[in-house]
């Protein structure tokens, strides 16, 4: 969860990681702090501070750090000990030889830090990552380089870690370690200088010609050269990717927040991810990074879907577009439940990953559960050269673009319009739906992106709303069949980005107990687009009415009897039944918005959360 940036080259590093550090922020953004080596003195000279890369911009000011031509940066969301300067990264040794930058968790670190203190080190944390450093001291001592010692001290940790180190003992070098699924190591190349990252879009201002380091992988980067080796020190060559993503994407603009400049991409981000999926006259689909036989497909006889938050929602929209448009028996599962579970998996199971990130450690260690039991993998996902797209047989890409809000809106649209996409493709292939039927489904699809940027005009009526809700301390959302992961992500986004406590339910569940919860001041969003079992959802709406409770309703455009039972509605336009979800979801989104921003709260970084979440 935590951002790791480094830089190597002839440039004032400071600068560069401070830029990347802000790039990376939505990471984790509890603490920050940089260490460069300072050229004239050859010595550590670190500044790290407690809170957002603004509080560390003005100690970095006030410290007068030396301009320097190596440094590394880090942004922090904590695991373990308290968010203070002193537990901010980067740490250092007792001798100050190393220091060393950290996402992951030392799973063992108790039993390395009594063993370090043993031998007289002392600590200045209580984080599991200065154990790192006092161990590579220990090894650069013995007379180990500095990548030696990181591969040699990465054999004693357990847990998934990636680590970015520096030392004056080779000061032209960092040294990077990928050890399991912890989060990702991208070492981009410049012209006579070279960058580390934990994701790419702390990278893409300066290159696109990038490495991305697998687990095991250990790399030593100067100006002009990088090495990899494996985790016994043999020589890799790696494949240098050359990435597309645009970075003016990653930008805020004119927007006061990424949530808004992203709700806002979601017509044009959903309609690059169809145009990637669908060629046209006549409209068929082709899935060019699915390089899976339809024979291999034809064996397939259940579909499992995964994700995480949001990206749970989508899949949970997925599993019933395969059950309604392929005819596959499917099932959505929480990735970190599913891979404790021994689910019952084999060849013929396809497990479909759905993931913003790629990286999110539950979602990469459900997808090793799965590849152990011989599954075929496709992952919805929308970051290149990701694990998750390495670990799957095939990637359905989303073209959201970068997204920085730590709440995710337009990547949870454009999986489910990719998701929307691989149900059509599996049940073509499996022969339950002819080209007509395909292609009838496509131009429904394809008239999303224009109704979402009608749903995007009821920003204004949200914002009305918002000045009521920004007191209220409870909701309540439902929805029945593919409205109900949608008021679930409705919710989510409420008591994400606004603290409000906000429940999704499916509709049908409300009898069964949180009707008790209904009184005034709990309002309750319904989810009552036309095709979404409307009539079951009218008559939720005049029980909750009929107990005090006030109804805010997502309807179908001219629904004039839901319109008026309800206490407040918003409409959105009409689309296909399967597309619904896409459209019903941008007003909650809105809602949301709207209401943390009512609520002053700090609407892209959310208190205690992170983007990628690389912990488990
Ligand atoms: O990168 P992923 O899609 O795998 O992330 C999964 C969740 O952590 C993510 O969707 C999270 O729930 C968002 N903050 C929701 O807005």
Redesign the pocket.
């Known amino acids: 969860m935590c951002g790791i940036v480094g830089y190597v080259g002839r440039r004032n590093a400071v600068p560069i990681l401070v830029q990347a550090l802000k790039d990376l922020e939505y990471r984790g953004y509890d603490s920050a702090g940089i260490a460069v080596l300072a050229p004239e003195s050859n010595r550590l000279v670190i500044v790290k501070r407690e809170g957002k890369i603004a509080r560390l911009e003005a100690a970095l000011a006030e410290a007068g750090i030396p301009d320097a031509n190596l440094g590394i940066g880090h942004t922090r969301w904590a695991t373990h000990g308290r968010p203070a300067d002193h537990n901010a990264h980067p740490h250092t040794s007792c001798h100050g030889e190393v220091v060393v930058i950290h996402n992951g968790i030392v799973e063992n670190y108790a039993e390395l830090r009594a063993e370090l203190v043993s031998r007289g080190h002392r600590f200045a944390s209580e984080t599991d990552t200065e154990t790192v450093a006092h161990l590579m001291e220990e090894q650069l001592a013995e007379g180990h380089s500095l990548l030696d010692a990181l591969r040699l001290v990465a054999g004693r940790l357990e847990g998934s870690q990636a680590i970015v180190a520096a030392s004056p003992r080779e000061p032209n070098a960092l040294v990077a370690a990928r050890v399991g699924n912890a989060g990702g190591i991208v070492i981009g190349f410049g012209e006579g200088e070279s960058f580390l990252a934990s994701d790419l879009p702390a990278l893409l201002p300066h290159t696109r010609r990038v490495v991305f380091l697998e687990d095991g992988q250990f790399a030593r980067v100067s100006a002009d050269d990088v090495l990899v080796v494996g985790r016994d020190g043999a020589r890799l060559e790696i494949p240098v990717h050359e990435v597309a993503l645009d970075p003016s994407s990653a930008l805020k603009g004119p927007y006061p927040h990424f949530m808004l400049k992203e709700m806002l991409e979601q017509p044009e981000a959903i309609s690059d991810t169809i145009r990637s999926l669908v060629t046209f006259e006549p409209p068929t689909l082709h899935l060019d990074d699915v390089p899976i036989s339809p024979e291999r497909l034809r064996q397939v006889q259940r579909v499992v879907l995964i ?5 749970l929602h989508a899949a949970m929209v997925g599993r019933q577009f395969v059950e309604q448009i392929a005819r596959l028996p499917a099932e959505a599962d929480n990735a970190s439940e599913f891979r404790h579970r021994e689910p019952v998996i084999d060849a013929r199971t396809l497990v479909v990953s ?7 450690v539950d ?1 990469l260690e459900a997808m090793a559960v799965a590849a152990r039991a011989g599954a075929l993998q496709i992952t919805v996902c929308n970051t290149e050269g990701s694990q998750a797209t390495r670990l799957a047989d095939g990637t359905v890409y989303t073209r959201a673009g970068v997204e920085r809000c ?3 809106t337009k ?1 949870f649209t454009t999986a489910l319009a990719a998701l929307y996409g691989l149900a059509l493709w599996l049940g073509h292939i499996r022969g339950v739906l002819d080209s007509g039927e395909l292609q009838h489904h496509l131009s429904e699809l394809m008239r999303v992106p224009d109704a979402c940027a009608r749903a995007l005009e009821l920003r204004p009526a949200a914002q009305r709303l918002a000045a009521e809700l920004a007191s209220t301390a409870s909701m309540l959302y439902l929805g029945r069949g593919l409205a109900y992961p949608v008021a679930m992500e409705g919710a ?2 409420m008591k ?1 980005v606004s603290y409000i406590h906000a429940e999704g339910y499916a509709a049908g569940e409300m009898k069964h107990g949180p009707i008790a919860l209904i009184e005034p001041s709990v309002p309750t969003v319904a989810v009552a687009p036309k095709h979404a079992l409307r009539s079951k959802m009218a008559a939720n709406v005049e029980q909750v009415r009929a107990r005090g409770g006030r109804v805010i309703a997502v309807v179908t455009e001219g629904d004039e009897e839901l319109i008026r039972l309800a206490d407040a509605a918003l409409p959105v336009p009409e689309v296909s039944r399967l597309a619904e979800p896409i459209v019903a979801v941008v007003p909650l989104q809105l809602l949301a918005y709207e209401t943390a921003v009512a609520r002053g709260c700090d609407v892209d970084q959310p208190r205690n ?1 992170a ?3 690389t912990v488990e």
């Open positions: 994700g995480m938050g949001t990206s759905v993931t913003q990130s790629g990286e999110t979602v730590v709440a995710s990547c989510l986004k994400e959360l983007k990628t979440v």
